[in-house]
């Protein structure tokens, strides 16, 4: 059962204040990723302490630097549940699923995974988590 829009209509919001698109079904996330969507990078958002602290404020940190993609789309772990399964599923198949994670697409191909384990990033801050790092590298 998915998580009542109102308790994490703040958490789809911190994205979404830095220019992230949500994609909440699988038709948004095809769309997003097709072969001609340049260079693409998806957030799987989630409730965890990980996403608040430390994956959400490195997104927008990574936004703000002059490497960056095309495009910025999220899909909701827990709540966006066809549009989280049809990414792991179809587009990220070769990964194991984590949230919170992101991932860099180019023209509809995934490119770059950053799903590292909860013990690398939940006592860093988002400027020093391996998400931001891996992000910002491989938008270079």
Do not use: W
């Amino acid at each position: 059962m998915p998580y009542p829009e109102h308790l994490i209509v703040g958490m789809r919001q911190d994205l979404v204040q830095y220019g992230v698109e949500e994609a909440r079904t699988p038709e948004a996330v095809d769309a997003a990723l097709n072969p001609a969507s340049g260079t693409v990078l998806v957030i799987v958002n989630s409730v965890c302490g990980c996403a608040a602290g430390k994956a959400r404020p490195a997104v927008g940190m990574a936004l703000r630097g002059a490497n960056r993609p095309d495009k910025a789309i999220t899909v909701f772990a827990g709540a966006d549940e066809d549009a989280v399964d049809h990414l792991r599923g179809n587009k990220l198949a070769a990964f194991p699923p984590s949230s919170p994670s992101m991932a860099l697409f180019v023209n509809g191909e995934p490119a770059f995974m950053a799903a590292p384990p909860r013990h690398r990033i939940a006592r860093r801050l988002p400027d020093r988590s391996d998400a931001h790092r891996g992000v910002r590298t491989a938008l270079r």
